[in-house]
């Protein structure tokens, strides 16, 4: 049992209970992790990142400017940047991609080692399946639902385009 009085001053990553609290693995002074594993292969590169809950950006090596929110958010995220993801399992597959904005769960899920890059998906399963589809924007649940390679893509409304997987604009 530890008790402090006061204020305790810990360098690097701690980790609580299996909660890894700090600047993630390599301990990056512009990143911060709140999370079991959270940030955890961040090794030398990745900067100005954000990690909060259960393995959130635990796969980010040199992506920049991530904001990975919820529970396996970001999970597969390696080099991407610039992306943010709120819900548990949001942006759950991308790698590559960037300027992505996801609200919900599993929203821009997509599957694991996919790049797509300036998608926004808000509500739960918005843009679930992209893969590489790039600048479709869904706000809804389970709009674009099975899109996978399209681009340019806009609807609104629960459900809306959900059957379409490979159209554009």
């Avoid at 999970?75 to 790698?95: E, K, P, W």
Wanted: charged fraction near 5%; proline fraction near 0%; glycine fraction near 20%.
């Amino acid at each position: 049992l530890l008790e402090v009085a006061g204020t305790a001053n810990v360098t690097g990553t701690t980790t609580i209970q299996g909660l890894t609290v700090g600047k993630g693995f390599s301990s990056i002074s512009n990143n911060t992790a709140l999370g079991v594993s959270a940030l955890a292969a961040t090794i030398g590169a990745g900067s100005e990142n954000t990690a909060v809950g259960y393995q959130a950006g635990i796969a980010i090596t040199t992506g920049d400017s991530n904001s990975v929110f919820g529970s396996l958010n970001g999970s597969s995220l390696t080099t991407g940047g610039t992306n943010s993801y709120f819900g548990a399992r949001a942006g759950y597959g991308n790698q590559t991609g960037t300027g992505n904005t996801a609200v919900g769960y599993a929203a821009i899920k997509g599957v694991a080692a996919n790049s797509n890059s300036s998608n926004t998906g808000i509500g739960s399963a918005a843009l679930t399946a992209v893969t590489t589809g790039i600048e479709n924007t869904g706000v809804g649940a389970n709009v674009l639902l099975a899109l996978t390679t399209g681009g340019t893509n806009t609807a609104i409304g629960m459900k809306a385009l959900g059957g379409v997987v490979t159209g554009s604009g």
